[in-house]
């Protein structure tokens, strides 16, 4: 039973460990982590606040916390499916068809070209 839940809370809190691995890039693991970490504090901050018990404010909890799942699933689903859509799509308006203008000339980027001034 022990390592069954240490399985189980790999496979969501250890980016080594569940779909978020299949992100190349360790730093966007990391920031997706964060921002789920966030969503749940915020959902279960939402769900024990003192005027839970109205109806409204639970509504309100459980719709958020049936959404973190869906988010939380979604999340996982896209980084085991396609990992590079969160870091191909990370180009200045200027870089996102591929080209760049240089004095007047529009000028066509390497293929492998991963955009940014600061790499």
Do not use: C
């Not at 978020?20 to 920031?31: C, E, T």
């Not at 964060?34 to 109806?55: D, R, Y």
């Amino acid at each position: 039973m022990r390592e069954y839940i240490y399985d189980t809370w790999n496979g969501v809190m250890d980016a080594r460990f569940n779909p978020l691995k299949n992100i190349p890039d360790l730093h966007v693991q990391h920031m997706v982590m964060q921002v789920l970490a966030f969503m749940w504090s915020v959902v279960f901050g939402l769900m024990i606040a003192e005027s839970a018990f109205a109806f409204g404010i639970s509504a309100i909890a459980h719709t958020a916390f049936l959404a973190a799942i869906v988010v939380t699933v979604a999340t996982f689903n896209i980084a085991e499916k396609s990992p590079y859509s969160f870091v191909n799509g990370y180009h200045s308006v200027n870089r996102t068809r591929n080209y760049v203008w240089i004095n007047g000339v529009k000028t066509k980027l390497d293929d492998t070209d991963p955009g940014g001034e600061h790499e």
